[in-house]
């Protein structure tokens, strides 16, 4: 909601992940999110806030 405040007893998840059902759609424009056998997974997330 814009302009909407937070009580005390809510928040906010910023939850980074593949698209659900993803494995089932090849052509959605993100990388391949089966992880095969020798393969490295590397993730970064990162979020900036600015408070006005």
Known sequence: ????????WQGLALESEFLPDSPNHAEWPQPDCILRPGEEYVSVTEYHFIAQ
């Open 1 to 8: 909601m814009k302009d909407a405040e937070y009580r005390a």
